[in-house]
């Protein structure tokens, strides 16, 4: 069964850093343009980062630009989200996608999600 792990999520207070992982189960994405969602309680699934299946392009949501970055490692087959500076608005579950598509990545109709990770941000 192909599933995409997502890791480290926790509770943080305000101005800290957390940094999520997601792996892949059962395949290899290293040919896939990944991305990460977040819900918070109560609203839409959101998106908040892209990085297409090379490594050499990524996209951001406005609110994350300048605090989160995204990258690719382990020969591209996990991504990573390097979370600084947290607010208590980025609170929510993280959710990692896949798909052959750049664009794709950055909707709800990508491929491939995980179960989510839980981030919590303390003001």
């Known amino acids: 069964q192909v599933q995409l792990v997502e890791s480290g999520g926790g509770l943080v207070q305000a101005g800290g850093s957390l940094r999520l992982s997601c792996a892949p189960s059962?395949?290899?994405?290293?040919?896939?343009?990944m991305g990460w969602f977040r819900q918070a309680p109560g609203k839409e699934r959101e998106f908040v980062a892209a990085?297409?299946?090379?490594?050499?392009?990524?996209y951001y949501e406005d609110s994350v630009k300048g605090r989160f970055t995204i990258s690719r490692e382990g020969a591209k087959n996990t991504v990573s989200l390097q979370m600084n500076t947290l607010k208590p608005e980025d609170t929510g579950v993280y959710y990692c996608?896949?798909?052959?598509?750049?664009?794709?990545?950055?909707?709800?109709?990508?491929?491939?999600w995980g179960q989510g990770t839980q981030v919590t941000v303390s003001s």
């Open positions: 996608n896949a798909d052959h598509n750049f664009i794709a990545s950055m909707t709800l109709g990508a491929d491939y």
């Open positions: 059962g395949r290899t994405f290293s040919d896939y343009a």
């Open positions: 990085i297409s299946w090379s490594g050499n392009n990524t």
